[in-house]
């Protein structure tokens, strides 16, 4: 079992910046595929940044450019750096482990483990 705890959400300002992280605990060694998702209110939850265990990153096409998903595995920590935040990325951000590689190539959703969430609101 794999346990997430989000944190680094708040609120910022257009154009602004925010650091989430988001550590990991519990027998983590299957984990081949790590990322985060966001889910805004009446939307669907969406694959933002996605990093395999051969550090290949995949991103959303929405934020290409602006984000950056990173891992420290000593730390069994994975961030997520995002600049130019614009109104359109408040969400609830949530991170996600899963044990399939082949979850961040087809950017699946299905992945085995989630954290609580932690939210991020983007005023103009």
């Known amino acids: 079992q794999v346990q997430l705890v989000e944190s680094g959400g708040g609120s910022v300002q257009a154009g602004g910046s925010l650091r989430l992280s988001c550590a990991a605990s519990?027998?983590?060694?299957?984990?081949?595929?790590t990322a985060w998702f966001r889910q805004a209110p009446g939307k669907e939850r969406e694959g933002v940044a996605f990093?395999?265990?051969?550090?290949?990153?995949y991103y959303a096409d929405s934020v290409k450019g602006r984000v950056t998903i990173s891992e420290d595995n000593v730390k069994k920590t994975l961030y997520l750096q995002m600049d130019s935040l614009k109104p359109e990325d408040t969400a609830m951000y949530f991170c996600?482990?899963?044990?399939?590689?082949?979850?961040?190539?087809?950017?699946?959703?299905?992945?085995?483990?989630w954290g609580q969430g932690t939210q991020v609101t983007v005023s103009s």
């Open positions: 990093v395999d265990s051969a550090g290949d990153t």
């Open positions: 519990g027998y983590t060694r299957n984990i081949h595929c």
């Open positions: 996600a482990a899963d044990r399939r590689a082949s979850s961040c190539f087809y950017r699946r959703i299905d992945f085995d483990y």
